[in-house]
């Protein structure tokens, strides 16, 4: 996950009944893969399995039942598409460790950066793991009621800044930073977070660069509710803002239509860059 100049594209596949897009709930073997077979064809660098949905106002589901809505995916990748690069959404230590023995190496993705499972960092150090941390406040149960910030943008930075020394002592190498588009934002703070997203890079003081960005606002409500239209009618707008986060900076974009993001980071790559 080092940072390059043509950003990279996540595709998601919701495995569980609950995400708040319906298309991309796949929770059968065939639906599964039917949307890595797309995915790949659409050019995704990496697929991301979700098996608890983190929407807001949503309580989380048991482990255990979120084992069972993660494994099915582990077992279609396993058998048909064992190159591809995955992340696994996840706040639990424990569903590292377990999908680490199923599968070996993977992206964590994690929406709590390490703050809902006191052992997912030493856990990620462990494995070794490239590790996604996000910023939010709360839970997706209460998080909306978190909104209040001075500059929505310095206290993320902050927040981050005092993320990567905790996961760097620990021992974790390989870190993205996720704002938390949507998690503990109003739309207007996700707008400021968007347009002044080149303040979230944080230079990793060895001459390497920053560390990468991950922007994850394909077809939320800071769009739909925004603009008065479903999820199901947010590509086009969706697309757009996904262009201008690339253009501030953003180094993987996080998305449910791959093709429409592959499009545009290829314009992005050979015109605009």
């Given at each position: 996950?080092?940072?390059?100049?043509?950003?990279?594209?996540?595709?998601?596949?919701?495995?569980?009944?609950?995400?708040?897009?319906?298309?991309?709930?796949?929770?059968?073997?065939?639906?599964?893969?039917?949307?890595?077979?797309?995915?790949?064809?659409?050019?995704?660098?990496?697929?991301?399995?979700?098996?608890?949905?983190?929407?807001?106002?949503?309580?989380?589901?048991?482990?255990?039942?979120?084992?069972?809505?993660?494994?099915?995916?582990?077992?279609?990748?396993?058998?048909?598409?064992?190159?591809c690069t995955v992340s696994i959404d996840t706040?639990?230590?424990?569903?590292?460790?377990?999908?680490?023995?199923?599968?070996?190496?993977?992206?964590?993705?994690?929406?709590?950066?390490?703050?809902?499972?006191?052992?997912?960092?030493?856990?990620?150090?462990?494995?070794?793991?490239?590790?996604?941390?996000?910023?939010?406040?709360?839970?997706?149960?209460?998080?909306?009621?978190?909104?209040?910030?001075?500059?929505?943008?310095?206290?993320?930075?902050?927040?981050?800044?005092?993320?990567?020394?905790?996961?760097?002592?620990?021992?974790?190498?390989?870190?993205?930073?996720?704002?938390?588009?949507?998690?503990?934002?109003?739309?207007?703070?996700?707008?400021?977070?968007?347009?002044?997203?080149?303040?979230?890079?944080?230079?990793?003081?060895?001459?390497?660069?920053?560390?990468?960005?991950?922007?994850?606002?394909?077809?939320?409500?800071?769009?739909?509710?925004?603009?008065?239209?479903?999820?199901?009618?947010?590509?086009?707008?969706?697309?757009?803002?996904?262009?201008?986060?690339?253009?501030?900076?953003?180094?993987?974009?996080?998305?449910?239509?791959?093709?429409?993001?592959?499009?545009?980071?290829?314009?992005?790559?050979?015109?605009?860059?």
């Amino acid at each position: 996950m080092a940072h390059t100049k043509s950003p990279s594209v996540m595709g998601i596949i919701n495995l569980n009944p609950d995400s708040f897009y319906t298309e991309s709930r796949c929770t059968t073997e065939k639906q599964i893969e039917e949307r890595f077979e797309m995915m790949v064809r659409e050019d995704a660098d990496i697929i991301d399995l979700g098996a608890c949905s983190t929407r807001p106002g949503l309580k989380s589901i048991p482990e255990d039942l979120e084992w069972e809505y993660l494994k099915p995916g582990l077992k279609v990748l396993m058998k048909s598409f064992p190159q591809c690069t995955v992340s696994i959404d996840t706040f639990r230590a424990s569903i590292v460790e377990r999908a680490y023995d199923f599968i070996g190496d993977f992206i964590v993705n994690d929406i709590s950066a390490g703050e809902d499972d006191s052992g997912m960092l030493d856990m990620v150090a462990r494995l070794e793991l490239p590790y996604i941390a996000m910023h939010k406040r709360g839970t997706p149960e209460t998080m909306q009621s978190y909104c209040q910030y001075n500059d929505v943008v310095t206290e993320v930075r902050d927040y981050f800044i005092e993320f990567i020394k905790k996961a760097t002592d620990k021992g974790i190498k390989d870190i993205t930073l996720d704002p938390g588009f949507g998690f503990a934002k109003d739309i207007s703070q996700n707008y400021q977070l968007l347009e002044r997203l080149p303040e979230l890079k944080i230079e990793k003081g060895d001459n390497s660069g920053s560390w990468p960005i991950l922007v994850g606002i394909s077809r939320k409500s800071m769009i739909h509710k925004f603009l008065g239209i479903t999820p199901e009618e947010s590509l086009p707008a969706t697309t757009a803002l996904n262009l201008q986060a690339i253009i501030k900076g953003a180094d993987i974009l996080r998305v449910h239509d791959v093709r429409e993001a592959r499009q545009i980071v290829k314009i992005f790559t050979n015109f605009i860059a």
